[in-house]
T-cell receptor
Framework: QKEVEQNSGPLSVPEGAIASLNCTYS??????FFWYRQYSGKSPELIMS????GDKEDGRFTAQLNKASQYVSLLIRDSQPSDSATYLC???????????FGKGTRLSVIA | NAGVTQTPKFQVLKTGQSMTLQCAQD?????MYWYRQDPGMGLRLIYY???????DKGEVPNGYNVSRLNKREFSLRLESAAPSQTSVYFC????????FGPGTRLTVL
C-alpha cells in the first residue's frame, strides 16, 4: 500500500513568518512530487513540482526533496493570510501516472 | 482555454438512482482521472484512463463505472447510488502534472 503522510494540523503561523509543511512517502520508486493548495470548497491548485533531490524555489515557495529519507517539504516565506488553505502533498512514479495524495495539512496565517 | 470542466456542479440523488458525471478537457492531455474527496480521507482515486480507449481501476472503484468517450471526455457513472457515495468528485487530466476540474458536490439521500 503506497502511503503519503502529512500532519493534519492546523498549523498556525503569524503573518510574515515562514510556514514549513512536511510530507513523507512510503514508495521508494516514486519519481515525481507535487504540492497542491486547496481553498475551502475549491479544487486543488498546483503550486510546485519537484523531481530531483535538493531545493526548488518559485517566488515565496521553496520545495525540498530528500529521496534517501523519503521526505518532501514546502516552505512558504513571508506568509500572508491569503496563504491560509489546506496543502496537499502528492507523489507518483512518473508525471503521467496516478497521484497518491496525503490527507493534507491545514495552514492558518494569523494577521 | 477552459482547462478541465465538470458538470453538474451540484447534484442530489435518492438511494438507487443513477447518474453520470461529465468531465472534459481542452489541453490535449492523454491521461484523465476521477477522484473523490471525503472529510478526513483526502483525495482517493476511483478510476483513471492513461489514453483514449483504456481505463483502469484506482483505490475505490466499487459502485462506479467509467467511459473514455474520446481524448477530451471521461465520464463517471453511478448505476445505483448509495449514501456512502456522498462526496465531492474531482476530475483531472495530465501530461507531466495534473490539473483539476472545479468538482461536483454529490449528496445521496
Amino acid at each position: 500500500q503506497k502511503e503519503v503522510e502529512q500532519n493534519s494540523g492546523p498549523l498556525s503561523v503569524p503573518e510574515g513568518a515562514i510556514a514549513s509543511l512536511n510530507c513523507t512517502y512510503s514508495d521508494r520508486g516514486s519519481q515525481s512530487f507535487f504540492w497542491y493548495r486547496q481553498y475551502s470548497g475549491k479544487s486543488p491548485e498546483l503550486i510546485m513540482s519537484i523531481y530531483s533531490n535538493g531545493d526548488k524555489e518559485d517566488g515565496r515557495f521553496t520545495a525540498q526533496l530528500n529521496k534517501a529519507s523519503q521526505y518532501v517539504s514546502l516552505l512558504i516565506r513571508d506568509s500572508q493570510p491569503s496563504d491560509s488553505a489546506t496543502y496537499l502533498c502528492a507523489v507518483s512514479h512518473s508525471g503521467n501516472t496516478p497521484l497518491v495524495f496525503g490527507k493534507g495539512t491545514r495552514l492558518s496565517v494569523i494577521a | 482555454n477552459a482547462g478541465v470542466t465538470q458538470t453538474p456542479k451540484f447534484q442530489v440523488l435518492k438511494t438507487g438512482q443513477s447518474m453520470t458525471l461529465q468531465c472534459a478537457q481542452d489541453m490535449n492531455h492523454n491521461s484523465m482521472y476521477w477522484y473523490r474527496q471525503d472529510p478526513g480521507m483526502g483525495l482517493r482515486l476511483i478510476y483513471y484512463s492513461a489514453s483514449e480507449g483504456t481505463t483502469d481501476k484506482g483505490e475505490v472503484p466499487n459502485g462506479y463505472n467509467v467511459s473514455r468517450l474520446n481524448k477530451r471526455e471521461f465520464s463517471l457513472r453511478l448505476e445505483s447510488a448509495a449514501p456512502s457515495q456522498t462526496s465531492v468528485y474531482f476530475c483531472a487530466s495530465s501530461t507531466d502534472t495534473q490539473y483539476f476540474g472545479p468538482g461536483t458536490r454529490l449528496t445521496v439521500l
